[in-house]
């Protein structure tokens, strides 16, 4: 079956730093990926949709300077949050659609900045 | 955003009853109605969809609904066990995005 590919699992960073999260679809063409940031004991909220060699869609209230999204090619993207601070500590995961109708979640990545 | 809501929050059942899940959308446009099951920390595992096109599905003990005309679409479990016990999430996607409900934490009491 389809397999996003997710990293890092976890990351610890310094507030001010910038943290780069990489998504990459391992047998499927990835035409559009959805990032999601999910609070504990919350839903998953949707921050962003790219599609493969555009500028990504922001979500209200989604500081797009903040959290860069870059979707190059049909098997890669990358969400780098700049300048972190303890309230961007969350658990960010990536959703892959490819031109066959249908979702592949990457394994999620637990932001902690201290 | 086009809004996803769902109810209840909590659902607590007796082992072997039934549990239902319930979700509304407002996106006219949304096509695809996918419920995922997630542990703590991992990502969501789809357990069932339905595509506009269709008014029921099922899948052993679990079935979903789809009442396209009341943007309502439901999720129901039978026969429960223990290790039905999640968070369970409804979602609405369209061609430009996926939303998700926000969430049900099903108990199933042995």
């Given at each position: 079956?389809a397999v996003?590919s997710?990293?890092p699992?976890r990351?610890?960073?310094?507030?001010?730093?910038?943290v780069?999260i990489e998504?990459r679809?391992?047998d499927?063409?990835?035409?559009?990926?959805f990032?999601y940031r999910q609070f504990?004991k919350?839903s998953?909220?949707l921050m962003a949709t790219?599609?493969?060699?555009?500028?990504?869609?922001?979500?209200?209230?989604?500081e797009?300077d903040?959290?860069l999204?870059?979707?190059?090619?049909?098997?890669?993207?990358?969400?780098?949050?700049?300048?972190?601070?303890p309230?961007d500590?969350s658990?960010?995961?990536?959703?892959a659609?490819?031109?066959?109708?249908?979702?592949t979640?990457?394994?999620?990545?637990?932001l902690t900045?201290? | 955003?086009?809004?996803?809501?769902?109810?209840p929050?909590?659902?607590?059942?007796q082992?072997?009853?039934s549990?239902?899940?319930k979700c509304?959308?407002s996106?006219?446009?949304?096509?695809?109605?996918?419920w995922?099951?997630q542990?703590?920390?991992?990502r969501?595992?789809l357990?069932i969809?339905?595509?506009?096109?269709?008014?029921?599905?099922?899948?052993q003990?679990?079935?979903?609904?789809?009442?396209?005309?009341a943007k309502?679409f439901s999720?129901?479990?039978?026969?429960?066990?223990?290790?039905d016990?999640a968070?369970y999430f409804?979602?609405?996607?369209s061609?430009?995005?996926?939303r998700?409900g926000a969430?049900?934490?099903?108990?199933?009491?042995?």
């Open positions: 079956g996003v997710q990293h699992s990351v610890i960073c310094k507030s001010g730093t910038s780069k998504c679809s391992l499927f063409q990835a035409t559009t990926m990032w504990p919350q998953l909220m790219s599609n493969e060699g555009s500028k990504a869609t922001y979500e209200q209230g989604v797009k903040k959290f999204i870059n979707h190059a090619s049909l098997t890669l993207s990358t969400l780098t949050v700049t300048s972190a601070h309230e500590s658990f960010y995961i990536c959703s659609r490819g031109r066959v109708r249908g979702y979640f990457g394994s999620g990545t637990r900045v201290v | 955003g086009e809004n996803v809501e769902q109810h929050s909590t659902l607590s059942v082992e072997g009853d549990a239902v899940i509304t959308y996106d006219s446009a949304s096509n695809y109605f996918p995922y099951k542990e703590l920390g991992k969501p595992q357990i969809d339905i595509r506009s096109n269709v008014g029921e599905k099922k899948d003990r679990i079935a979903v609904t789809l009442n396209k005309t309502h999720l129901h479990i039978t026969e429960t066990q223990p290790e016990s968070v409804c979602a609405s996607s061609l430009n995005d996926m998700f969430g049900t934490r099903l108990t199933v009491k042995p």
